[in-house]
Structures are given as C-alpha cells and as structure tokens.
C-alpha cells in the first residue's frame, strides 16, 4: 500500500476533519479580518447581495445533495461480485460516509438559510460567518462526494468489463448408465 493510498484512506476515515478545517479555516480569515481591518469580502456587499448569495449558495448545495442521492441510487442498484464483496466487507463505512455526505449537505443548507434569515444591513450578528463556514464545510465535502462515487464506480466497472464466468461443470458420475439408457 503507497503512501498516497495510506493519505486517502485516512482522509475517508475521518470525516470530522472537514468540520475543523472549516472552523480553521473561518477563524483565520476572522482573525485577519480584526487584526488587519481588510478581508471582509462579504461585509462590502450590501446586505440585500449577501442574502441573494446565501440564497443562491443553498440553492447550489442541495442539487449537488440531490445529486448525492442519486450517486447512493446508482451505487445500491450495482450488482456485480467486486462491488457486492466491498459492500459485505465495509458495509458500515460506506453508510457513515453516504450518510454523513447526505447529512453535511442539510447542515449547509440549514447555516445558508440561518444567514439568510438573521442577515441585517451592516451585518450586527455576524452572520456572514455562518456562510462562509457552510461555504468552506461544502467545498470540503464535494472532493469526499467525488472520490467515493468514483471508487464505487471503479469497482463496478471492474465487474462490468470482465465477462460473467459461467459456473463450473458439475462431475456426473453416472453419466454412463445415461447415456446407455440404464437407470443408475
């Protein structure tokens, strides 16, 4: 196993790393923000843009959910031997992940219509933050999206492009009275 199978296998493993490298990355550009007094790239719009932004973005992150349940569709409705071993063998892994792509894609859509709602001129809340988290979190999550549908698909292209194997013959081994017409 090489060290990039090792790195991804890790990053599949632990899904609660997009939630700190959201807030990581949201803290830092906080951060910058209120040491600097420049970056706010949200607070120089208007507020009617900024809820026409979170509008649009929740709007973005439900079709890609919707698309995830379609990839869920696909990879229950495979049949070939590869693919049902993978499901036997990590069958839990696989529903954490789908379910946790599923379940990140409602909580995004929840923070981009909390921002929605809670959204003021001049932004007194700081709910723009809210956003550019759910942005950050999503952005983190559709690689996740991508790479387990692409080795689901991998796995079913394996079975698809090798040839059904019949089943091996079965020995007779009265096949000579039957043929001589005798009972065996």
């Not at 910058?32 to 929740?58: F, N, P």
């Amino acid at each position: 196993m090489g060290a990039r199978t090792r790195i991804e296998d890790a990053w599949a493993e632990r899904l609660w790393i997009d939630h700190l490298a959201a807030a990581t990355a949201v803290g830092i550009h906080i951060l910058v923000i209120r040491l600097t007094g420049s970056g706010d790239w949200l607070q120089w719009i208007d507020s009617s843009q900024r809820t026409d932004l979170y509008a649009a973005a929740a709007g973005v992150v439900s079709a890609i959910g919707g698309l995830s349940a379609i990839a869920i569709s696909i990879y229950t409705a495979a049949n070939g031997e590869r693919l049902r071993a993978v499901r036997r063998q990590h069958q839990g892994q696989l529903r954490r992940s789908w379910r946790s792509l599923l379940q990140g894609t409602a909580w995004c859509c929840l923070l981009l219509l909390a921002a929605l709602s809670l959204d003021r001129e001049h932004d007194p809340l700081s709910v723009r933050f809210l956003s550019e988290y759910a942005l950050a979190f999503a952005a983190l999550r559709y690689p996740r999206l991508i790479w387990l549908f692409d080795r689901m698909m991998q796995v079913s292209d394996m079975d698809l492009a090798e040839p059904e194997r019949s089943p091996a013959p079965v020995r007779d081994p009265h096949w000579v009275r039957r043929r001589q017409g005798t009972p065996p």
